[in-house]
């Protein structure tokens, strides 16, 4: 295991613009903190600046689970690279989400608005101004954080040089939509959820499990489902065959990753989110895929994988096709990979190789750089 990297700096920023934070759905947040955690020391231009967005689960601190990507020597090098990492507007890792106290000072719960990728992204902007930093590098993020860093490449072409979407696609398909929603519903049906409004008690926790073990489904393969787990019982020396709730091997590995998840992630940050996810949109929110590659200026690449079915690679491809119809400077990428949706995460090494072409640029640039300096 490499050794842990510890963040350079870690800082709560408010952000209160004038008449508050305007979202999509017509709210207004008063105001909101970001959660902002840097690896090394960002230039005045922000020329060394890499964010990484994280996914449904993550956090600003990236190094702790983006290991042998983000790390020093590695794909995203702390040592070369000034890396920022931002807690998503919702989330539970120190941006203001749902579990935040409102204005009366009491938790927002049911009262937390519905947020979209464009939100988040509009917040991580906000956030890095209030820090000086104007311009980046590159955003590159998988899944939920892939969906942002393409938000990124339209929202704010001027302020990105590249854009890496890593299983992130213009929008969720209806099956990834109608499983997505049906993790959010074994949540809202848990009797401790409360409507939301559930911090002075229990946390509806079952009903998270239930969601993470469904998620958890979405992100591996079948083929790797089948290699690590057959049919075979419970290692824990079950026999499926001994009772209704005798367990195969595979159900105890599900229920083992719902007991963690329940104790690590908010029900309600999981809920807002999830539902992010399910709205982002191109065609919607920009009028099409290829009008939102016209707005895009900086070099964007987008990387399917091979055995995801929670963002299918065709699926992929066809953004990339139509941001590229649409003139945006982009590439396509594969990865070959049976982990399906968490190969980014379960693969660093092959991630790694795939992209560090795309990433030798912006290292021939700090190389530079540095000796402009030296």
Not at 103 to 127: C, H, K, M
Not at 205 to 229: C, V
Not at 295 to 305: K, Y
Not at 315 to 334: F, I, N, P
Request: proline share 6%.
């Amino acid at each position: 295991m490499p050794e842990e990297l510890a963040p350079t700096r870690e800082v709560d920023v408010r952000i209160a613009p004038n008449g508050g934070l305007a979202l999509d759905g017509g709210e207004i947040l008063p105001a909101a903190v970001q959660r902002v955690t840097f690896y090394g020391t960002p230039r005045g231009d922000g020329s060394n600046v890499v964010l990484v967005t994280h996914a449904l689960t993550g956090s600003s601190r990236v190094a702790e689970w983006w290991p042998g990507v983000v790390g020093r020597g590695c794909l995203i090098d702390t040592d070369r690279l000034c890396v920022v990492g931002i807690n998503a507007l919702g989330g539970c890792y120190g941006s203001t989400g749902p579990a935040s106290p409102a204005a009366d000072g009491r938790p927002y719960g049911s009262r937390f608005p519905v947020l979209t990728v464009r939100d988040l992204v509009r917040a991580q902007r906000l956030a890095l101004r209030a820090l000086g930093i104007e311009r980046i590098a590159a955003v590159i993020g998988g899944s939920l954080g892939g969906m942002q860093a393409l938000a990124w490449g339209v929202e704010s072409p001027e302020a990105v040089d590249l854009v890496v979407a890593i299983g992130a696609s213009g929008a969720l398909t209806p099956l990834s939509v109608g499983v997505s929603s049906t993790a959010r519903a074994a949540i809202a049906n848990d009797p401790n959820f409360k409507g939301g409004d559930y911090y002075d008690g229990e946390p509806p926790a079952a009903g998270l499990d239930i969601a993470r073990r469904l998620g958890m489904l979405t992100y591996k393969s079948e083929r790797l489902l089948l290699e690590r787990f057959g049919r075979r019982s419970d290692r824990k020396g079950e026999e499926p065959q001994a009772g209704l709730w005798a367990r195969f091997d595979v159900e105890g590995y599900l229920a083992h990753q719902g007991e963690i998840f329940v104790r690590r992630i908010d029900a309600n940050t999981h809920l807002v989110l999830s539902k992010a996810m399910e709205l982002f949109d191109l065609d919607r929110d920009y009028g099409s895929a290829e009008t939102a590659g016209a707005r895009m200026l900086a070099r964007t690449v987008l990387v399917g994988i091979g055995s995801d079915w929670l963002f299918p690679p065709t699926q992929v491809h066809q953004t990339w096709r139509r941001l590229r119809d649409g003139g945006a400077d982009a590439a396509y990428l594969e990865m070959a990979s049976d982990h399906g949706h968490d190969a980014f995460l379960a693969e660093p090494e092959s991630l790694s190789r795939l992209l560090a072409p795309m990433l030798a640029p912006l290292y021939a640039r700090e190389r530079r750089a540095d000796g402009a300096l030296a």
